[in-house]
């Protein structure tokens, strides 16, 4: 499986590329300061963080980066992983530690980087995250068929307006409650996202093993947690755990009238979270 407030529109900064681990990623960066990386939701790209690159570049050096295969990121037939590539990009950069930020899928990396290289993550802020190793609940599997239904995978606009309602509208809401300029920009960003899982399946993608979802009590570190009111209970009760099983982690309360892509839906509220949290 796989917005009723406009978002400020930012035009995308000249795109710029670095080789890591044998891909050429891009990224923005922007600002100076303690370093925050931004790692977008399985659905979009470094696009949906337009809210939040220049409120947050105001005190922090900031990086949006596409993950490997997604936006204007390339896919080497090598095998790789996800977290090695943030650690990667870090490394070519020059930076010691940085805060991760992470929606959805980019949360689940997010994560799986702070268990994997604890000395390179300062902070996670996990917004609608997802968690390695988690699975959906049959609640969710049967809103999946009722929302999305069946549709043919290699129909990408239908499938992006599948998952678009059902991650970006959510399932208590209806498209009519949504800004449609959003709903457009989110089927954009998925139409390319479902081209990058087609290229991904036939590469190795290395999964934390064991899986993150039982090993949330070894985290260290300064974690915020947060999902969309609107979005499914799963992503709440994820929310919800990460909290109760991290020590001291931050569990800020379902973000009114938003879903999964809260950071793009809500900006005002993320980019709050994010400067009483960030150090």
């Known amino acids: 499986m796989r917005l009723r ?16 681990n044998g891909a050429s990623l891009a990224y923005d960066d922007l600002g100076s300061g303690s370093a925050v990386v931004l790692l977008h939701a399985g659905i979009a790209d470094r696009r949906m963080w ?4 220049a409120t947050l570049a105001e005190r922090h050096r900031v990086i949006a980066l596409d993950l490997r295969g997604y936006g204007d990121s390339e896919l080497p037939p090598a095998p790789f992983a996800h977290h090695a590539d ?24 997010a994560i799986d ?10 902070a996670l802020a996990l917004f609608g995250t997802a968690v390695s190793g988690n699975e959906w609940s049959e609640e969710t599997e049967q809103l999946w068929e009722e929302l999305v239904g069946e549709v043919d995978p290699e129909d990408f606009a239908a499938s992006a307006a599948g998952e678009v309602r059902f991650w970006v509208v959510g399932p208590a809401r209806e498209p ?16 390319r996202a479902l081209a990058a899982e087609v290229a991904l399946s ?12 039982g090993q949330l009590g070894e985290l260290r570190l300064p ?6 009111a609107a979005d499914i209970r799963d992503i709440a009760r994820l929310a919800d755990r990460i909290a109760a099983e991290v020590p001291g982690a931050v569990r800020l309360p379902d973000v009114p009238d938003a879903a999964h892509l809260l950071p793009l839906e809500r900006p005002e509220a993320v980019n709050a979270a994010l400067r009483d949290f960030l150090p």
């Open 5 to 20: 407030s406009r978002c400020p529109v930012r035009s995308l900064l000249v795109v710029t590329k670095i080789d890591i």
């Open 50 to 53: 337009r809210g939040q690159v």
């Open 86 to 109: 943030v650690v990667g990009l870090l490394d070519a950069l020059g930076i010691d530690r940085a805060a991760l930020v992470g929606c959805s899928f980019g949360g689940a990396v």
């Open 113 to 122: 980087t702070a268990l994997t290289h604890p000395a390179r993550v300062s």
């Open 176 to 191: 009519g409650d949504v800004d449609p300029e959003l709903i457009a920009f989110a089927e954009e960003m998925d139409q």
């Open 202 to 213: 036939a590469v190795e993608v290395e999964e934390l093993d064991p899986p993150a979802i």
């Open 223 to 228: 974690v915020l947690a947060t999902a969309g």
